[in-house]
């Protein structure tokens, strides 16, 4: 149940970053619900088994520029997630420039947090 709770808050937060960010697209096809929650699915599997361990080593970047690192690795996990989602199930999610995909981070956890506070999820 945390899981599928985890996955609708991803899906919704990449759907107001989809809205709100210029230069994060959905190209192609008609049905951009599907391939939103395709990508949050996809970003949530990235989030619980790659992400963890992009922090641990990026690390002492993270405590040098005081926590700043720590919304780079949000973005790379973007990209590897638009990757795979175009890769393997061409999804056809577009991130134009790292400025886009970096903006983009800060306002998916931004909705992601206030999500999971009005929910009581503590992940």
Do not use: C, H
Request: charged share 5%.
């Amino acid at each position: 149940m945390k899981f599928i709770i985890r996955w609708l808050v991803t899906a919704i937060a990449f759907g107001v970053a989809v809205w709100i960010v210029p230069g994060i697209d959905i190209v192609g096809g008609t049905e951009a619900w599907a391939a939103i929650a395709l990508y949050g699915l996809i970003l949530s599997l990235i989030n619980i088994s790659v992400k963890p361990l992009m922090q641990l080593l990026s690390l002492p970047i993270t405590v040098i520029t005081l926590g700043i690192f720590y919304l780079v690795v949000n973005t790379l996990m973007l990209y590897v997630a638009a990757w795979l989602a175009n890769g393997i199930f061409q999804v056809g999610i577009e991130i134009a420039t790292f400025g886009s995909a970096f903006v983009g981070s800060i306002v998916i956890s931004i909705v992601s947090g206030l999500m999971n506070a009005l929910l009581g999820n503590k992940d």
